[in-house]
């Protein structure tokens, strides 16, 4: 289980925490993606991290969104800095593991909004 939170409401230039705790089962072996989705829009890929910690950006967000995770506390964060009004969205968090995919979850998604 997920659960995703640090969402709020927010300056355009200002920051915001998101982070993703699991529950039920150690991360290290999954690889860890942030989704998010705006109204009226698809659900697009915004940062994914591995097991072996490489990450991957979204050109929408590369230099100003840093995914990191924590397997001891099994938590994974998404700092989110220089947010834009276009970064408004709900975000979700995904885990899938690295070798048996069919283990495949989503956390329960956390508002962010970007006022300009």
């Known amino acids: 289980q997920l659960q995703a939170s640090g969402g709020g409401l927010v300056q355009s230039g200002e920051s915001l925490r998101l982070s993703c705790l699991a529950s039920g089962s150690a991360l290290d072996l999954y690889t860890i993606r942030w989704f998010r989705q705006a109204p009226g829009k698809g659900r697009e890929g915004v940062a994914c991290?591995?097991?072996?910690?490489?990450?991957e950006y979204a050109d929408s967000v590369k230099g100003r969104f840093t995914i990191s995770r924590d397997n001891k506390k099994n938590t994974i964060s998404l700092q989110m800095n220089s947010l834009k009004p276009e970064d408004t969205a709900v975000y979700y968090c995904?885990?899938?593991?690295?070798?048996?995919?069919?283990?495949?979850?989503w956390g329960q998604g956390t508002q962010v909004t970007v006022s300009s």
């Open positions: 991290i591995s097991f072996d910690y490489h990450t």
């Open positions: 995904n885990a899938v593991h690295t070798f048996y995919g069919d283990l495949n979850y």
